[in-house]
């Protein structure tokens, strides 16, 4: 279930029969449901930037909780990170490609939709993301299964 198509009211009833229920972002520039992709700008953001933060994430969840009722603990909740890299140099990487996604540095780092850091940062923030929201299935491209094997390897068994 992509969580941004719907509703509250109708979230109401489809929580009742998933069991995963999908973190993502709206592709739509800015919530705009004519936008075209081949219609933007070269300099506007690829997806609404406001839909990937962290108080995003945290509204999605406020509506998952409250839709599911007693039945929220039985949910598994799933993000999918469209963006992965393993680096020494965090900083460099949020502040040249956060502006690329309509995001301040801080909030690309702090986005569920991405992951960037050394090997040891990236599991550190899966782990504080569990924690967190609850998040325990990732979703990421096949292009960053390798760069992320030593992640997944530094994270078995926690």
Known sequence: MLLFEFFPA???VIVLVVGIVL???????????????????????????ENATDAATEQKLE??????GPRFEALELHVRVHLAAVTDD?????????PAFGLTPEQAVRSPHALAG?????????VERRERWGISYIGVG???LHELAPVVARMAGT
Request: proline share 9%.
């Open 90 to 98: 965090r900083d460099t990487m949020a502040d040249a490609l956060g």
């Open 118 to 126: 050394t090997v040891d940062q990236i599991a550190d923030d899966l």
């Open 10 to 12: 109708v979230l109401a």
């Open 142 to 144: 096949l292009d960053s």
């Open 23 to 49: 973190f993502s972002i709206n592709r739509r520039a800015h919530n705009n449901p004519h936008d075209q992709e081949a219609s933007r700008s070269p300099s506007q953001p690829p997806v609404s930037p």
């Open 63 to 68: 509506w998952i909780r409250a839709a599911a």
